[in-house]
């Protein structure tokens, strides 16, 4: 039944589409990404203070239960790779959007569940336990299983135009990324967090999982249909074409994949908690917190610059270099964040952290399909986003921790600043594995 129901020419044939369906699934794709954004830093920050006070949360204890929900996630993110090679993006994706709209929903119950409960169980034990599996859902469902879905399915139908693809891709991604907090505190302060909760699951619930049914399709050879190559000059232009199908095992056995995930994943840790906590920082650094929100929208400029300049050139330079970047970039972001109230500084961080999400966007989504093949795509994204999901998740908890402890987050800063100068030398010497087989 499940089968019959999820046809490749159901609800219609994808070969009968006027242009090269790959752009379809790109641009469905990007959607399904786009609406990760609920479980993301960004979209999260919005929600954290109104939850805290709430829920009669410190910020640690918050940033606690939020970090090991997202752990958790990350734990599973694997498997739900594993899940997408074996039963397509098209029923997962409907499964991710189901699932994600119904943890939304119960997240937008959490402070009556608390009020309700909260005497008999006890206040902080339950209001833990509520976060935690409030976002150990979110994050599942819409990182590990959403964003890993939409990545493996996207990049499986473009060979020649990988780069392009990622940019459109990348610059769709960073002005949603970056605008949502804009909007979403518009709605949280008119309608409050829980109601903004409740509406983003309906919206999942009807529109996303029906558009994953009509318009995902796992992959161009399950269609009957080419996989785009490109022009002969793009062609041209490519280094080295993936001739070899990596499984994740072996993928996870070459020393240029860790290279490659530890600067992803170290991105993910200063970008995520830099986020997450963004309004606390301002207003400790005397930046008001509209000031602080109104940070995102000019990143989403230097975001925007970075995947356009990063997609258009992946195919003509090494990706070693643009991970040298990124690093680089991040960097200098954490220099602005030690003071937003300063202009300079404010810049700084403005300026790297949009340079560093830029090139993590393109990296995080053509590195794998030219390293290691189109085959295995699903696991390997599903290792890489776990990975990532994790390391994200130590973000908020290193930054919380330092504001308890220190009254400050300046230690946060230079713990994190520690391990930049280490994954630059390294990314010196990551070469694409598939030139042993070209």
């Not at 590990?144 to 939409?150: N, P």
Request: proline share 4%; hydrophobic share 50%.
């Amino acid at each position: 039944m499940t089968k019959r129901f999820f046809r490749v020419d159901r609800p219609f044939d994808a070969r009968q589409s006027p242009v090269y369906y790959g752009w379809v699934v790109l641009f469905f794709g990007t959607l399904g990404m786009i609406a990760a954004i609920p479980g993301s830093p960004p979209g999260m920050s919005i929600f954290v203070d109104g939850m805290i006070v709430s829920l009669d949360m410190s910020r640690t204890q918050f940033s606690l239960s939020y970090t090991l929900g997202t752990i958790t996630a990350g734990i599973i993110a694997p498997f739900a790779g594993s899940l997408v090679d074996r039963y397509g993006a098209r029923l997962m994706g409907c499964i991710s959007y189901l699932g994600l709209g119904l943890l939304l929903i119960f997240t937008g119950f959490l402070d009556r569940i608390f009020s309700y409960f909260g005497a008999s169980v006890g206040g902080f034990p339950l209001a833990f336990i509520l976060v935690f599996i409030a976002f150990a859902g979110i994050r599942l469902f819409g990182m590990s299983f959403g964003m890993t879905v939409c990545r493996s399915m996207v990049f499986r139908w473009f060979e020649g135009r990988r780069g392009w693809a990622a940019a459109i891709n990348g610059v769709a991604l960073s002005l949603s990324f970056s605008s949502a907090p804009v909007l979403l505190n518009g709605v949280v302060v008119s309608f409050g967090w829980q109601q903004t909760w409740l509406l983003l699951g309906v919206l999942f619930i009807v529109i996303m999982t029906l558009i994953a049914y009509v318009f995902f399709r796992d992959d161009p050879e399950s269609c009957g249909i080419e996989v785009e190559q490109g022009s002969k000059k793009s062609r041209l232009n490519t280094r080295v074409v993936a001739s070899h199908d990596y499984t994740a095992k072996q993928a996870m056995k070459t020393w240029v994949f860790w290279i490659f995930v530890s600067g992803l994943a170290l991105n993910a840790l200063i970008g995520t908690g830099a986020a997450f906590h963004l309004i606390a920082i301002g207003e400790s650094q005397g930046v008001s917190r509209a000031d602080a929100v109104a940070v995102f929208l000019p990143v989403a400029i230097f975001h925007v610059i970075t995947t356009l300049s990063v997609g258009t050139f992946s195919d003509r330079i090494p990706l070693r270099y643009f991970l040298i970047f990124m690093v680089g970039m991040q960097t200098l972001g954490l220099y602005g964040l030690t003071n937003l109230g300063d202009p300079l500084l404010k810049w700084f961080y403005i300026a790297g952290s949009g340079f560093a999400w830029g090139a993590f966007g393109v990296l995080f989504n053509i590195t794998w399909p030219r390293f290691y093949g189109r085959k295995y795509l699903g696991s390997i994204n599903g290792w890489v986003g776990g990975i990532t999901v994790m390391t994200s998740a130590m973000g908020p908890l290193i930054f919380g921790l330092s504001q308890q402890y220190t009254d400050s987050f300046a230690t946060a800063i230079w713990i994190c600043a520690a391990p930049c100068p280490l994954v630059l030398a390294a990314a010196f010497f990551a070469r694409n594995p598939q030139r042993q087989f070209a």
